[in-house]
Protein backbone atom coordinates (compact mmCIF):
# COMPACT_ATOMS: atom_id res chain seq x y z
CA UNK A 1 0.00 0.00 0.00
CA UNK A 2 1.07 3.52 -0.87
CA UNK A 3 -0.04 6.34 2.01
CA UNK A 4 -1.07 9.03 0.48
CA UNK A 5 -2.35 12.95 0.61
CA UNK A 6 -3.37 14.77 -2.35
CA UNK A 7 -3.24 18.17 -2.39
CA UNK A 8 -6.11 19.64 -4.20
CA UNK A 9 -8.30 21.79 -5.21
CA UNK A 10 -11.57 20.21 -6.60
CA UNK A 11 -12.64 20.90 -9.52
CA UNK A 12 -13.44 18.23 -11.66
CA UNK A 13 -10.61 16.49 -12.88
CA UNK A 14 -9.84 16.09 -9.14
CA UNK A 15 -13.24 14.68 -8.67
CA UNK A 16 -11.80 12.08 -11.10
CA UNK A 17 -8.29 11.56 -9.48
CA UNK A 18 -9.47 10.93 -5.94
CA UNK A 19 -12.02 8.15 -6.97
CA UNK A 20 -9.10 6.77 -8.60
CA UNK A 21 -6.67 6.82 -5.28
CA UNK A 22 -9.49 5.71 -3.31
CA UNK A 23 -10.81 2.68 -6.02
CA UNK A 24 -6.96 1.74 -6.22
CA UNK A 25 -5.75 -1.81 -3.98
CA UNK A 26 -2.36 -0.04 -3.72
CA UNK A 27 -3.17 3.16 -2.62
CA UNK A 28 -3.94 3.99 1.13
CA UNK A 29 -5.41 7.73 0.61
CA UNK A 30 -5.21 9.21 4.23
CA UNK A 31 -5.96 13.02 3.09
CA UNK A 32 -7.70 15.31 1.73
CA UNK A 33 -5.52 18.96 2.18
CA UNK A 34 -7.54 22.05 0.02
CA UNK A 35 -5.97 25.11 -1.90
CA UNK A 36 -7.82 27.69 -3.85
CA UNK A 37 -7.83 27.32 -7.61
CA UNK A 38 -10.14 25.90 -9.48
CA UNK A 39 -12.91 27.41 -7.32
CA UNK A 40 -12.34 29.67 -3.88
CA UNK A 41 -10.99 27.70 -0.66
CA UNK A 42 -14.51 27.29 0.81
CA UNK A 43 -15.75 25.98 -2.08
CA UNK A 44 -12.81 23.43 -2.87
CA UNK A 45 -12.92 22.64 1.16
CA UNK A 46 -16.73 22.18 0.78
CA UNK A 47 -16.22 19.85 -2.53
CA UNK A 48 -13.60 17.85 -0.97
CA UNK A 49 -15.55 16.65 1.78
CA UNK A 50 -18.68 16.33 0.08
CA UNK A 51 -16.72 14.42 -2.57
CA UNK A 52 -15.60 12.03 0.11
CA UNK A 53 -18.81 12.01 1.57
CA UNK A 54 -20.49 10.37 -1.50
CA UNK A 55 -17.46 8.03 -2.01
CA UNK A 56 -17.90 6.30 1.53
CA UNK A 57 -14.66 7.23 2.74
CA UNK A 58 -15.22 9.52 5.66
CA UNK A 59 -12.41 8.34 7.40
CA UNK A 60 -10.08 10.30 5.06
CA UNK A 61 -8.96 13.65 6.41
CA UNK A 62 -9.46 17.00 5.52
CA UNK A 63 -7.34 20.40 6.08
CA UNK A 64 -7.78 23.57 4.90
CA UNK A 65 -5.29 25.52 3.11
CA UNK A 66 -4.71 28.38 1.40
CA UNK A 67 -7.08 31.05 0.00
CA UNK A 68 -4.74 32.66 -1.78
CA UNK A 69 -1.58 32.70 -3.49
CA UNK A 70 2.25 33.36 -1.82
CA UNK A 71 2.78 36.76 -3.17
CA UNK A 72 1.29 37.88 -6.79
CA UNK A 73 -2.85 38.99 -6.06
CA UNK A 74 -5.42 36.27 -6.65
CA UNK A 75 -6.80 35.39 -9.81
CA UNK A 76 -9.88 34.77 -11.25
CA UNK A 77 -11.15 31.09 -10.49
CA UNK A 78 -12.03 28.89 -13.44
CA UNK A 79 -15.88 28.26 -12.91
CA UNK A 80 -16.24 28.37 -16.27
CA UNK A 81 -14.16 25.46 -16.69
CA UNK A 82 -15.49 23.62 -13.93
CA UNK A 83 -18.88 25.07 -12.78
CA UNK A 84 -19.86 27.78 -10.01
CA UNK A 85 -19.41 24.75 -7.73
CA UNK A 86 -16.18 23.89 -8.92
CA UNK A 87 -17.74 20.61 -9.48
CA UNK A 88 -19.77 20.84 -12.45
CA UNK A 89 -22.65 22.18 -10.78
CA UNK A 90 -23.46 19.25 -9.25
CA UNK A 91 -23.37 20.30 -5.73
CA UNK A 92 -26.62 19.99 -3.66
CA UNK A 93 -28.60 22.90 -2.83
CA UNK A 94 -29.63 21.74 0.69
CA UNK A 95 -27.76 21.12 3.84
CA UNK A 96 -25.04 17.88 3.78
CA UNK A 97 -23.26 15.95 5.99
CA UNK A 98 -19.46 16.17 5.72
CA UNK A 99 -16.22 14.09 6.48
CA UNK A 100 -14.73 15.87 9.52
CA UNK A 101 -12.47 18.58 9.51
CA UNK A 102 -8.92 19.19 10.65
CA UNK A 103 -8.47 22.62 12.39
CA UNK A 104 -4.71 22.89 11.62
CA UNK A 105 -3.42 23.88 8.47
CA UNK A 106 -2.68 22.31 5.40
CA UNK A 107 0.61 22.38 5.69
CA UNK A 108 0.90 21.58 9.40
CA UNK A 109 -1.03 18.24 8.47
CA UNK A 110 1.34 17.51 6.05
CA UNK A 111 4.17 18.04 7.95
CA UNK A 112 2.79 15.99 10.88
CA UNK A 113 1.70 13.35 8.99
CA UNK A 114 5.59 13.21 7.20
CA UNK A 115 6.63 12.72 11.00
CA UNK A 116 4.63 10.32 11.65
CA UNK A 117 5.71 8.39 9.12
CA UNK A 118 9.05 9.11 8.03
CA UNK A 119 10.05 8.21 4.58
CA UNK A 120 6.29 6.87 3.50
CA UNK A 121 3.67 8.75 2.26
CA UNK A 122 3.42 10.11 -1.41
CA UNK A 123 2.28 13.70 -1.30
CA UNK A 124 0.08 14.25 -4.49
CA UNK A 125 0.16 17.84 -5.57
CA UNK A 126 -2.92 18.71 -8.41
CA UNK A 127 -3.84 22.53 -7.61
CA UNK A 128 -1.39 25.27 -7.00
CA UNK A 129 1.83 24.68 -4.99
CA UNK A 130 0.98 27.54 -1.96
CA UNK A 131 0.72 24.61 0.85
CA UNK A 132 3.38 22.98 -0.23
CA UNK A 133 5.87 25.81 -0.16
CA UNK A 134 4.19 27.17 2.77
CA UNK A 135 4.98 23.46 4.51
CA UNK A 136 8.30 23.78 3.30
CA UNK A 137 8.87 26.87 5.44
CA UNK A 138 7.52 25.75 8.65
CA UNK A 139 9.95 22.37 7.78
CA UNK A 140 12.54 22.40 5.89
CA UNK A 141 13.49 18.81 6.37
CA UNK A 142 9.90 17.87 4.62
CA UNK A 143 11.62 16.25 1.94
CA UNK A 144 13.25 14.09 3.66
CA UNK A 145 10.59 12.75 5.82
CA UNK A 146 8.38 11.94 2.47
CA UNK A 147 8.48 9.07 0.15
CA UNK A 148 7.92 11.26 -3.08
CA UNK A 149 5.86 14.51 -4.71
CA UNK A 150 4.16 14.21 -7.59
CA UNK A 151 2.86 17.84 -8.99
CA UNK A 152 -0.19 17.64 -11.72
CA UNK A 153 1.40 21.53 -13.12
CA UNK A 154 3.51 22.94 -15.81
CA UNK A 155 4.31 22.23 -19.45
CA UNK A 156 7.74 22.25 -21.30
CA UNK A 157 6.72 21.60 -24.79
CA UNK A 158 3.03 21.63 -24.93
CA UNK A 159 1.23 24.86 -25.28
CA UNK A 160 -0.27 25.94 -22.06
CA UNK A 161 -3.81 26.19 -21.07
CA UNK A 162 -4.44 29.29 -19.89
CA UNK A 163 -2.07 31.38 -21.89
CA UNK A 164 0.53 30.48 -24.52
CA UNK A 165 3.36 29.70 -21.83
CA UNK A 166 1.24 28.13 -19.10
CA UNK A 167 -0.44 25.92 -17.10
CA UNK A 168 -3.10 26.91 -14.69
CA UNK A 169 -1.91 25.55 -11.64
CA UNK A 170 1.50 27.05 -12.48
CA UNK A 171 -0.03 30.34 -13.25
CA UNK A 172 -2.11 30.69 -10.58
CA UNK A 173 0.87 30.93 -8.00
CA UNK A 174 4.41 31.14 -9.64
CA UNK A 175 6.02 32.06 -7.23
CA UNK A 176 5.28 29.35 -4.72
CA UNK A 177 6.01 26.50 -7.92
CA UNK A 178 9.28 28.14 -8.32
CA UNK A 179 10.11 27.62 -4.50
CA UNK A 180 9.21 23.97 -4.19
CA UNK A 181 11.37 22.71 -7.50
CA UNK A 182 14.14 24.59 -6.12
CA UNK A 183 14.30 21.69 -2.93
CA UNK A 184 16.38 18.69 -3.63
CA UNK A 185 13.75 16.02 -3.33
CA UNK A 186 12.25 13.29 -5.25
CA UNK A 187 9.96 14.87 -7.39
CA UNK A 188 8.42 14.16 -10.81
CA UNK A 189 5.96 16.78 -13.02
CA UNK A 190 3.29 15.40 -14.80
CA UNK A 191 2.43 18.58 -16.74
CA UNK A 192 0.04 18.70 -19.91
CA UNK A 193 3.26 17.62 -22.07
CA UNK A 194 1.69 14.28 -21.15
CA UNK A 195 -2.10 15.26 -19.42
CA UNK A 196 -3.48 16.22 -22.95
CA UNK A 197 -2.36 12.73 -24.40
CA UNK A 198 -4.43 10.92 -22.03
CA UNK A 199 -8.02 12.04 -23.17
CA UNK A 200 -11.53 10.34 -21.50
CA UNK A 201 -14.48 10.55 -24.07
CA UNK A 202 -18.10 10.48 -22.97
CA UNK A 203 -18.46 6.90 -24.28
CA UNK A 204 -15.37 6.11 -21.44
CA UNK A 205 -17.72 8.26 -18.81
CA UNK A 206 -20.73 6.34 -19.64
CA UNK A 207 -19.52 3.18 -18.97
CA UNK A 208 -18.43 4.91 -15.68
CA UNK A 209 -21.68 5.88 -14.95
CA UNK A 210 -23.75 2.92 -16.10
CA UNK A 211 -21.29 0.21 -13.61
CA UNK A 212 -23.72 0.00 -10.99
CA UNK A 213 -22.37 2.37 -8.20
CA UNK A 214 -22.93 6.12 -6.77
CA UNK A 215 -19.67 6.57 -7.31
CA UNK A 216 -19.52 5.94 -11.42
CA UNK A 217 -22.50 7.96 -11.90
CA UNK A 218 -20.80 10.93 -9.91
CA UNK A 219 -18.05 10.85 -12.12
CA UNK A 220 -20.55 10.95 -15.06
CA UNK A 221 -22.32 13.59 -14.03
CA UNK A 222 -19.41 15.68 -12.70
CA UNK A 223 -17.79 15.57 -15.68
CA UNK A 224 -20.86 16.64 -18.15
CA UNK A 225 -20.20 21.25 -17.63
CA UNK A 226 -16.16 20.09 -18.17
CA UNK A 227 -17.02 17.88 -21.36
CA UNK A 228 -19.12 20.82 -22.57
CA UNK A 229 -16.04 23.35 -22.05
CA UNK A 230 -13.74 20.88 -23.65
CA UNK A 231 -16.05 20.59 -26.58
CA UNK A 232 -17.40 24.46 -26.76
CA UNK A 233 -13.70 25.99 -26.31
CA UNK A 234 -12.00 23.86 -28.90
CA UNK A 235 -9.68 22.44 -26.31
CA UNK A 236 -10.11 19.09 -27.92
CA UNK A 237 -9.77 20.40 -31.13
CA UNK A 238 -7.77 17.23 -33.03
CA UNK A 239 -8.30 15.03 -30.69
CA UNK A 240 -11.49 12.98 -32.33
CA UNK A 241 -14.75 13.63 -33.29
CA UNK A 242 -16.63 12.12 -30.02
CA UNK A 243 -16.60 14.94 -26.95
CA UNK A 244 -14.04 14.28 -24.57
CA UNK A 245 -12.11 15.62 -21.69
CA UNK A 246 -8.52 15.81 -20.17
CA UNK A 247 -8.30 13.70 -16.72
CA UNK A 248 -5.29 16.09 -16.02
CA UNK A 249 -5.08 15.19 -11.56
CA UNK A 250 -5.79 11.70 -12.34
CA UNK A 251 -2.85 11.01 -14.42
CA UNK A 252 -0.44 12.17 -11.37
CA UNK A 253 -2.14 9.31 -9.47
CA UNK A 254 -1.31 7.00 -12.71
CA UNK A 255 2.44 8.54 -12.16
CA UNK A 256 2.34 6.95 -9.07
CA UNK A 257 1.26 3.61 -9.31
CA UNK A 258 2.45 2.91 -13.12
CA UNK A 259 5.35 5.14 -13.15
CA UNK A 260 6.67 2.98 -16.31
CA UNK A 261 4.47 3.96 -18.14
CA UNK A 262 5.44 7.40 -18.29
CA UNK A 263 8.74 8.78 -19.82
CA UNK A 264 11.11 11.77 -18.25
CA UNK A 265 13.56 14.28 -18.75
CA UNK A 266 15.70 15.57 -16.19
CA UNK A 267 17.16 18.62 -15.28
CA UNK A 268 17.23 21.97 -12.95
CA UNK A 269 13.70 23.85 -13.72
CA UNK A 270 12.72 27.04 -12.59
CA UNK A 271 8.74 29.23 -13.27
CA UNK A 272 8.71 32.40 -14.33
CA UNK A 273 7.27 34.58 -11.47
CA UNK A 274 5.34 37.49 -13.44
CA UNK A 275 5.05 38.88 -16.65
CA UNK A 276 4.02 37.79 -20.03
CA UNK A 277 5.10 34.29 -19.28
CA UNK A 278 4.38 33.68 -15.79
CA UNK A 279 3.90 30.12 -14.98
CA UNK A 280 5.84 29.33 -17.61
CA UNK A 281 7.92 26.09 -16.78
CA UNK A 282 11.39 26.13 -17.55
CA UNK A 283 14.07 23.51 -17.57
CA UNK A 284 17.80 23.65 -18.57
CA UNK A 285 18.23 20.87 -20.39
CA UNK A 286 21.03 21.79 -22.37
CA UNK A 287 23.31 23.36 -19.55
CA UNK A 288 23.33 26.46 -20.64
CA UNK A 289 26.51 28.82 -20.78
CA UNK A 290 24.69 31.92 -19.98
CA UNK A 291 22.43 33.68 -17.32
CA UNK A 292 23.85 30.39 -15.00
CA UNK A 293 23.26 32.57 -11.75
CA UNK A 294 19.41 31.29 -12.26
CA UNK A 295 20.30 27.89 -12.29
CA UNK A 296 22.96 27.73 -9.75
CA UNK A 297 22.25 25.09 -6.69
CA UNK A 298 18.70 24.23 -8.49
CA UNK A 299 18.32 20.40 -8.01
CA UNK A 300 17.30 18.24 -10.74
CA UNK A 301 13.58 17.81 -10.99
CA UNK A 302 11.80 15.10 -13.77
CA UNK A 303 9.25 15.82 -16.00
CA UNK A 304 6.86 13.54 -17.80
CA UNK A 305 7.65 14.21 -21.69
CA UNK A 306 5.68 10.65 -23.10
CA UNK A 307 3.06 9.06 -21.65
CA UNK A 308 1.17 5.30 -22.85
CA UNK A 309 -1.93 7.02 -22.98
CA UNK A 310 -3.97 3.69 -23.76
CA UNK A 311 -2.20 1.89 -20.74
CA UNK A 312 -2.80 4.82 -17.82
CA UNK A 313 -6.65 5.30 -19.70
CA UNK A 314 -7.19 1.63 -19.21
CA UNK A 315 -6.12 1.69 -15.72
CA UNK A 316 -8.20 4.41 -14.54
CA UNK A 317 -11.60 2.73 -16.46
CA UNK A 318 -11.14 -0.60 -15.22
CA UNK A 319 -10.55 0.86 -11.27
CA UNK A 320 -13.64 3.06 -11.98
CA UNK A 321 -15.72 0.83 -13.16
CA UNK A 322 -15.18 -2.54 -11.41
CA UNK A 323 -13.74 -0.20 -8.13
CA UNK A 324 -15.31 -0.67 -4.90
CA UNK A 325 -15.50 2.76 -3.51
CA UNK A 326 -19.13 2.85 -2.97
CA UNK A 327 -21.55 0.28 -4.16
Not at 145 to 165: C, K, R, Y
Not at 298 to 304: E, G, I, K, Q, W
Given at each position: ??P??ID????????M?????????D?????????F??T?????????R???E?F????????????V??I???????????G???I?N??P?G??R????H?????E??????R??????T??????????????A???A?PA?????????????????????A???????????????????????V???V??R???T???????GN??T???????????????????????????????C????A?????VV????????????????D??????????R????????W?ED???????T??DA??????????????????
Open positions: MIMITDPGVDDAAIAYALSHPIELLALTTVGNHLDGTTRNAWLLQGATKVDVARGAGPLQAARPHAEFVHADGGIYAPTHADLFESAAYIIAAAARPGEILVAVGPLTNIAAALLEPLLLQSLVIMGGTLDEPGNVTPAEANFFNDPHAADVVLGVDWPVRIGLDTHIMIDSDLDRIAGRSGRLIRDVSRHYVDFYTTSGAARGLGSEPCAMHDAAIACMPDAFDYTTGPARVVPGMASGQLLMDKRYAYATSWRPATSVCAVERVRADFLSRLVNGDILA
